[in-house]
């Protein structure tokens, strides 16, 4: 069984959007380099980027084994980018579809 492990917040304005969340949940922003950045929350980390044509909220689901979990959303009729870069004290992760275009993403953690 799979758990939200990580969410991303797409932004067209990632300034306006982490002064947004800090005051409604009171969350600290941590920015990043070109326009990223995170929140950590009492359980679970919140990443934001800007420059989102569509913002929205990406749900990630922690997996055991990426690469495996890659080739299920793959085999299900989904689609699954590549891996993203091996990240210490986060792990990898890989956006996905299912096959109506739903966004989500797979986070093997560290």
């Given at each position: ?19 947004f ?6 969350w ?39 690469q ?8 299900a ?12 004290g ?8 299912d096959p ?11």
């Amino acid at each position: 069984m799979s758990t939200p492990s990580y969410i991303e917040i797409g932004s067209g304005d990632t300034e306006m959007s982490a002064a947004f969340f800090s005051t409604v949940f009171s969350w600290e922003y941590a920015p990043m380099d070109n326009a990223n950045g995170w929140f950590q929350t009492p359980t679970i980390k919140v990443g934001i980027h800007g420059g989102d044509a569509n913002p929205q909220l990406y749900v990630f689901f922690a997996v055991d084994d990426l690469q495996e979990a890659i080739e299920k959303v793959r085999s299900a009729g989904g689609e699954a980018g590549e891996p993203g870069p091996f990240e210490p004290g986060f792990g990898r992760f890989c956006t996905c579809t299912d096959p109506t275009g739903i966004a989500f993403g797979l986070h093997e953690k560290e």
